[in-house]
């Protein structure tokens, strides 16, 4: 939860684009600073699971820590397109280095401890953790600015990106574990090790690229990952599932939006936003109660989530005629789509702790960056629809049209959702 919260505990990210702007950069040089930020993190999402599944994990995500306090202490010193195109690029590969790779070594560690089952629990915690971390950097970032300007809130980051840096290096160092189920009739380049046990150089269980050389183990966690999340039924339905619970959530860009275009007062915006935060953070909370739940069950709370989320948009946007009753009718709408968005985020966090569990070969950050780099391509699709949807409709209905993919993702999920597995087993070797 640390290592979550500290990472998004940063001033800078409520006010990056105003930082640009006060500092000569128009709309388009700005756009085109998000798109190479955007960019480098979508080229590296898989080749830096494959990495994470080669060399130490833990060391990664000091390495990730570590080029996120060198962007924003670059953003500090050197507040030029230069400077932040650099600075943009570092928190590119920083993200791409710590997505799947900390839920990998999560999950190792706890599976060396014969307590996997503690795993949907713990990253639902590390979710909240990281989503109330935001909340509290952009509250923060108005009394820094105005004490110390721009200045102030840049080094704040960097001083709380230096304190993530050394959360990072007090992490566990757990071994790489797998399923002892055999891979060769579903993945044939996938090595299957023992739950809770190393992989060693020169051990007889350990794959030959282990005793290689890095770039060939590197090459061989690659093809392994890949190879299972493509052709393992399970774990292709569990990264599809995934992926699209995830990138679904992308509509959350556009609810202050929604708000401003019902006629919410400017002021009152944050507070209608902060309804969905709560949505998302108790969503996140409640994951390790139901990680126990059917997938038939998840299903209907998803689509329950659906309709909750269809309704609130619509409510919300009849404000728009309706302005003697905009607090209520926006309370209200705003509320629905809370839940509604908390459901969402738990049965994420659900269906990811069930790839975990499903995936079997050694190169489990590769394929929970094959999950990570398709939820980018959903995001970006939503992002696509709504700025030509919004050409036609509303806000409302636009987003109103998003909950009916969240009806279908929720029809997909029985099918799609691994099976959850037990593994009282390994508390016995552990």
Request: hydrophobic share 55%; aromatic share 8%; charged share 15%.
């Amino acid at each position: 939860m640390l290592f979550r919260g500290s990472r998004d505990l940063i001033p800078l990210y409520a006010l990056y684009a105003l930082l640009f702007a006060e500092h000569g950069l128009n709309t388009a040089q700005i756009s085109s600073l998000l798109a190479l930020w955007s960019v480098t993190a979508f080229v590296l999402e898989v080749p830096s699971g494959a990495w994470a599944d080669t060399v130490s994990r833990r060391g990664l995500l000091v390495l990730s820590g570590s080029l996120v306090l060198a962007a924003f202490t670059l953003w500090t010193v050197a507040p030029s397109y230069l400077g932040f195109a650099i600075g943009f690029v570092l928190w590119g590969v920083s993200s791409a280095l710590e997505s799947g790779t900390f839920e990998a070594l999560v999950y190792d560690d706890l599976v060396a401890k014969g307590e996997p089952v503690a795993y949907p629990r713990i990253m639902g915690y590390a979710r909240a953790a990281a989503e109330g971390a935001v909340v509290v950097a952009i509250l923060a970032a108005t009394p820094l600015y105005g004490w110390g300007g721009y200045d102030l809130v840049g080094w704040s980051s960097v001083a709380i990106a230096a304190v993530h840096v050394f959360i990072a290096v007090s992490l566990p160092s757990a071994p790489k574990a797998a399923s002892v189920d055999d891979l060769t009739d579903d993945a044939p380049d996938a090595v299957a090790t023992v739950p809770g046990h190393p992989v060693v150089p020169g051990d007889a269980r350990a794959p030959a690229a282990d005793r290689s050389g890095v770039l060939t183990r590197y090459l061989t966690m690659l093809r392994t990952g890949v190879g299972e999340a493509i052709r393992v039924r399970r774990v292709r339905n569990g990264v599809l599932l995934g992926a699209l619970l995830f990138g679904i959530t992308a509509y959350d860009e556009y609810f202050a939006l929604l708000a401003q275009s019902a006629g919410a007062p400017t002021v009152v915006v944050p507070l209608l936003v902060g309804l969905t935060v709560v949505g998302s953070l108790t969503g996140s909370l409640l994951a390790g109660r139901t990680a126990r739940l059917s997938a038939r069950v998840i299903a209907a709370a998803v689509a329950v989530g659906g309709v909750l989320f269809i309704g609130g948009a619509l409510i919300s946007g009849l404000a728009t005629d309706r302005p003697d009753a905009v607090y209520l009718l926006t309370g209200v709408g705003f509320t629905a789509i809370g839940i509604g968005y908390g459901v969402v985020l738990n049965a994420e966090v659900v269906a990811e702790s069930r790839l975990q569990d499903a995936i079997e070969g050694p190169a489990r950050a590769t394929v929970t960056s094959v999950s990570g780099l398709l939820s980018e391509v959903v995001s970006l699709v939503i992002f696509g629809f709504v700025a030509l949807a919004t050409v036609w409709l509303s806000m409302a209905a636009t987003l109103a049209l998003l909950g009916l993919v969240m009806l279908a993702i929720a029809a997909l999920t029985p099918a799609w959702l691994p099976r959850r597995v037990v593994r009282a087993e390994v508390a016995g070797q552990a």
